[in-house]
């Protein structure tokens, strides 16, 4: 079946350097986008999302990038902090009341 | 606003037994979700409910169950626990429009031994 995946599972940044996590997603009809943050213990925490009539869209140090051409979702995060850590999933909704997830990347911040 | 409340957090249980599970949704919010995470599978979707009625059910064999309440608190219910039933269990609530955010519950961790 159709299904959103990551393309690394973990990804190791400097801190203060800028992220790219990258997503890529299988079901042409999914119309809405969206990253999840979800730290130890904790359920996944909403970061940004996206629909499918944009392109990109910006948050706070963080920006999410769609391709529709290809397939290709993308969360930029800016000058990476050891708060930002975590597991990473995007996630589509094909309109059908579920969101989709990804395996999801793990990101680690070196000091 | 408080935010979307599962309890318990922690519940341990043997094979066999049978398991229900609370979630308390964001007030307002008038849609529940019910996911599963584990290491190997990720998160899977269960069920979504708005308005007391299943809009929604994922791949699940049907010993896994759920029901919402007219206040839109949901259950969700294990029957027949096997081990492969240990996971984070989530929940979600969102105000029910296709095509929108969930706001995620801290989830329930079950350990069937």
């Known amino acids: 079946g159709e299904s959103v995946g990551l393309h690394l599972p973990t990804l190791s940044v400097q801190e203060g350097d800028n992220s790219i996590i990258n997503c890529a997603y299988s079901?042409?009809?999914?119309?809405?986008f969206i990253w999840y943050k979800q730290e130890s213990g904790k359920g996944p925490q909403f970061i940004i999302d996206?629909?499918?009539?944009?392109d990109k869209r910006q948050g706070q140090r963080v920006t999410v990038l769609l391709n529709k051409t290809v397939k290709h979702l993308s969360l930029q995060i800016a000058a990476t902090q050891p708060g930002d850590s975590a597991v990473y999933f995007c996630?589509?909704?094909?309109?059908?009341?579920?969101?989709?997830f990804g395996a999801g990347t793990t990101v680690t911040v070196r000091a | 606003k408080a935010g979307v409340t599962q309890t318990p957090r922690y519940l341990i249980k043997t094979r066999g037994q049978q398991v229900t599970l609370s979630c308390s949704p964001i007030?307002?919010?008038?849609?529940v979700s019910w996911y599963q995470q584990t290491p190997g599978q990720g998160l899977q979707f269960l069920f979504e409910?708005?308005?007391?009625?299943?809009?929604n059910k994922g791949n699940f064999p049907g010993r896994f169950s759920g029901r919402q309440f007219s206040n839109s608190r949901s259950e969700m219910n294990v029957s027949t626990l096997e081990l492969g039933d240990s996971a984070l269990y989530l929940c979600?609530?969102?105000?029910?429009?296709?095509?929108?955010?969930?706001?995620f519950g801290s989830g329930t961790q079950l350990s069937v031994l």
């Open positions: 079901n042409s009809a999914s119309d809405y």
């Open positions: 409910y708005f308005s007391e009625t299943q809009r």
């Open positions: 007030s307002g919010h008038r849609s």
């Open positions: 996206i629909r499918s009539n944009m």
């Open positions: 996630a589509e909704n094909s309109n059908d009341y579920k969101l989709s």
């Open positions: 979600a609530s969102s105000l029910g429009r296709t095509s929108e955010k969930l706001f």
